[in-house]
């Protein structure tokens, strides 16, 4: 945001190239840069356009926080969010979570997660752009193991007497 000037100010995407998606602003190149650099980048593009910018650089990454949770979705969230707070953001765990079991995909890795203990260290883990949050589901006994195995029996049972009927 530019202090007192609206048409310079607005919440932009960085583009795949790292530059940021706006015609205004795309020869500036933002990825991969700490945020100090960021700002002293856009301070100087805007030096063009005014004198002493009074900018505010707040990045902001896109999350998916999907599986048993209250509000599935994608969700732009701030920087200092950890798995926590994301979880928390989309409504928290739905009654069916299953907190063992929360599944992180990271660059195409997915990493196993117990977050069941809150102060278990994955529960602060900062977030990243383009992270993946999926809450597993809590397993039924009954509908998981014991009805599928009692059907199988039977099928195997109506075999069996269909093959002594011949």
Known sequence: MVWRNLELSGAFIVADDGTIRHPLYQAVHVAGIPIDSVYARVSTFLLQFTTNPQITVEPQFRVVVRGEVRTPGAYTMPLETTLGGAIATAGGPSEEAQLRRVTLVREQ????????????????LPIRSGDQIIIGRKSNLFFGTILPLVTASAAVASLISVLRHY
């Open 109 to 124: 890795r997915s990493y196993l997660l117990d977050l069941s203990d809150p102060a278990a260290p994955w529960t602060v």
